[in-house]
């Protein structure tokens, strides 16, 4: 069963940055992509970008080029997405969810990570 | 690139079908078959329920069912149930040059 526990809560203030982790278990993390989703409070699920995690290799949203950089630690099964620049409008929740094949995404019941950018 | 669009809200009663579009583009929904769907109750992660436009992952419910037709993808729920209420999400592989993926703005489905 796909498990993807991720790092706590984080406020930070503008122009900051912030480093979320999201390490899997119940399978073999080098095996399936790793992708982010965003949800600001009371909205819709919004895209971020992925991950291979055997090769390094990412591909971001145009929306946050320049601001995300996805990495991730093979030894520990933990992939990363640290967002910089930070403004209010980066409030949300941060979702990791393990490739499913066919277009579709496991969150493997993860609770995602708040992050709240406040002065 | 923009969202999906999807009805703001659909309701029924309990046992009825209800059905859930999904409109975008013959960049997204249209030319491709990576169409997924998504249920998620409040303050919890998304829940994968449809992916493929038709395939159910182990352990979904057979009530759920997807389909497209053109640039318009469908989830049917059949024989609705209390704990079908939540929100519903589409979402489809773009070759859009601005993303890889686009979610749907969402449907809350309400259990009369």
């Known amino acids: 069963q796909v498990q993807l526990v991720q790092s706590g809560a984080e406020v930070k203030k503008p122009g900051a940055s912030v480093k979320v982790s999201c390490k899997a278990s119940g399978y073999t993390f080098t095996s399936y992509d790793i992708n982010w989703v965003r949800q600001a409070t009371g909205q819709g699920l919004e895209w971020m970008g992925w991950?291979?995690?055997?090769?390094?290799?990412?591909?971001?949203a145009q929306k946050f080029q320049g601001r995300v950089t996805m990495t991730r630690n093979t030894s520990i099964s933990t992939a990363y997405m640290e967002l910089s620049s930070l403004r209010s409008e980066d409030t949300a929740v941060y979702y990791c969810?393990?490739?499913?094949?066919?277009?579709?995404?496991?969150f493997g019941r993860g609770q995602g990570t708040l992050v709240t950018v406040s002065s | 690139q923009s969202a999906l669009t999807q009805p703001a809200s659909v309701s029924g009663s309990p046992g009825q079908s209800i059905t859930i579009s999904c409109t975008g583009t013959s960049s997204d929904v249209g030319g491709y078959n990576y169409v997924s769907w998504y249920q998620q109750h409040p303050g919890k992660a998304p829940k994968l329920m449809i992916y493929e436009v038709s395939n159910r992952p182990s352990g979904v419910s057979n009530r759920f069912s997807g389909s497209k037709s053109g640039n318009t993808a469908s989830l049917t729920i059949s024989g609705l149930q209390a704990e079908d209420e939540a929100d519903y999400y589409c979402s489809s592989y773009t070759s859009s040059s601005t993303l890889l993926y686009v979610f749907g703005t969402g449907t809350k489905v309400t259990v009369l």
């Open positions: 991950m291979n995690p055997n090769s390094g290799n990412t591909g971001y």
């Open positions: 969810a393990r490739d499913h094949g066919g277009g579709g995404y496991d």
